[in-house]
């Protein structure tokens, strides 16, 4: 079956560590797309790729750092800039921008980051 | 900048009952997308509205989009408890291959 793999599901980070969570999708998607949740919060871009080897800054890009080297694969990595790490990331993915249109996303089942 | 924004953010019903969700949103789109998301899961695709007066049902659950108003509804129908979850709204900027979210409305069913 097609769809997104997030991992770990569950991730702790120390102090100061630089951690890197995992999305991969076999669905042929060209957009992928990271997302924050914090709780009783909405979703919150990070960053977003349309095309492999090129991707865009969402809302709060600070402390993130992503790539898009292959087609399946958009990791993102959370870097120590980054102060109040603690949340649940989403990753999600779409066709394309028409694609987007008429299906939406697709989300993969999440990574809870805890900083301890 | 695009805003969407929700409300209630947080209804508690008792079973049996109807309600209605709302999303508002503050610049033209012709998209509006809803989500379902139960504790600690991922999102799940519910309803894609892609024109003015798209009107989209499943279950007990219909969803309506008026694009000059720029509102869209979740209507709820006679409502059991498995339907408790937390809903999203979103809308497509019209510009990029990326759409933004509401904040979620949190859903408790009473039994």
């Known amino acids: 079956d097609g769809g997104i793999t997030q991992s770990p599901k569950y991730l702790f980070r120390k102090e100061g560590q630089n951690v890197t969570l995992s999305c991969e999708q076999n669905l042929n998607h060209d957009a992928m797309y990271w997302y924050r949740q914090d709780p009783g919060q909405g979703l919150r871009l990070i960053y977003y790729s349309q095309i492999v080897n090129d991707f865009q800054k969402g809302d709060i890009a600070e402390g993130y750092s992503v790539s898009r080297e292959k087609k399946e694969s958009f990791p993102l990595t959370v870097t120590s800039a980054q102060k109040n790490p603690t949340a649940f990331y989403l990753c999600a993915s779409s066709i394309d921008q028409k694609g987007l249109l008429t299906y939406g996303y697709t989300f993969g089942s999440g990574t809870r980051l805890t900083v301890v | 900048e695009l805003k969407v924004e929700q409300n209630p953010l947080f209804l508690s019903m008792q079973e049996g009952k109807n309600y209605t969700i709302y999303c508002n949103y503050s610049t033209t789109s012709d998209r509006l997308y809803w989500y379902r998301q139960d504790p600690g899961k991922s999102l799940e695709s519910l309803f894609v509205?892609?024109?003015?007066?798209a009107v989209k049902q499943e279950g007990r659950l219909m969803a309506s989009l008026d694009t000059k108003a720029r509102l869209s509804t979740l209507h709820i129908t006679a409502a059991v408890h498995d339907l408790s979850a937390t809903y999203f709204c979103?809308?497509?900027?019209?510009?990029?291959?990326?759409?933004?979210f509401g904040k979620g409305t949190r859903l408790h069913i009473l039994p």
């Open positions: 979103a809308v497509d900027t019209n510009r990029d291959d990326k759409i933004i």
């Open positions: 509205l892609l024109s003015n007066g």
